[in-house]
């Protein structure tokens, strides 16, 4: 959490002391929105490695049932990959509105 | 004592679930696009619609690629099929940033239709299709088409 805060607090420290508000508004927009999108797809990475990687061991210990772990394995990296979709849409929110 | 072969000698022959599933998801995408076209027609109008549209189109072109990519490292091996996994994901996010970029000045986007398709529609989509999904060793993809009951009156041939 501290390196959290410490990470906001460097990014304020990067706005100008001649930038206006609405300057020191968009630098600080642009960075939390890269930090959001940043953090939001370390998650589902994660996830997804270790469902994959699940996946695959399953499937060499039985080969006869790998349609089965691949169907499942699909569903599970496209639910996954929605929590990396909310963090990209906070992103073009953040970003760009 | 389970034994555990090779993941890279471990292949998915024949017609690839992971790729019938998107393209289900693809086909059920035709039904919910009117519905979500209304729903932005009435709060931000043409705009809101163009948006809507491209959203959904992200959203169908992420799962056919996904399912494709699932097929074809399939073939070679469970291995190659797990990196396939893994870096696809890594593409289609950096594939659905490039599409966004690209139109980001355009007229037409309206971002917040635009974000809301976008998470709105991959989750109901993926829902939708659980109720379809069979995953049995018979049927490891969708479920089996219905078939008619031989054994009811109406379905008995004339003898």
């Avoid at chain 1, 890269?34 to 939001?40: D, E, T």
């Avoid at chain 2, 696009?33 to 959904?56: C, F, H, N, R």
């Avoid at chain 2, 097929?71 to 594939?95: N, P, Y």
Wanted: proline share 5%; no cysteine; glycine share 10%.
């Amino acid at each position: 959490m501290s390196a959290l805060t410490n990470a906001a607090a460097e990014i304020l420290a990067q706005v100008p002391a001649e930038a206006t508000a609405d300057e020191a508004k968009a630098i600080a927009g642009a960075s939390g929105a890269g930090m959001a999108y940043g953090l939001a797809a370390i998650g589902p990475g994660i996830g997804i490695g270790y469902l994959v990687g699940q996946a695959v061991q399953a499937m060499a210990r039985q080969p006869e049932s790998a349609g089965q772990v691949q169907t499942t394995m699909f569903l599970g990296i496209a639910f996954t990959e929605a929590l990396a979709l909310i963090g990209f849409v906070v992103f073009i929110l953040l970003k760009f509105v | 004592m389970s034994v555990t072969t090779d993941p890279a000698t471990v292949r998915l022959e024949g017609p690839s679930p992971a790729m019938a599933v998107a393209l289900d998801i693809a086909k059920r995408s035709v039904w919910l696009a009117p519905v979500a076209i209304l729903l932005s027609a009435a709060g931000w109008g043409i705009d809101g619609v163009l948006s809507t549209l491209y959203a959904i189109g992200i959203v169908v072109v992420n799962f056919l690629l996904a399912g494709w990519l699932l097929q074809v490292t399939g073939r070679i091996s469970a291995a190659a099929m797990g990196a396939g996994a893994m870096f696809g994901f890594l593409l289609r996010l950096g594939l659905i940033f490039l599409a966004v970029l690209l139109v980001k000045d355009a007229g037409w986007l309206e971002l917040v239709p635009f974000g809301i398709t976008l998470i709105a529609t991959h989750l109901v989509l993926l829902f939708w299709e659980l109720r379809h999904i069979s995953s049995s060793l018979a049927f490891p993809g969708l479920k089996p088409g219905e078939t008619p009951n031989p054994y009811l009156p109406e379905n008995q041939e004339p003898a």
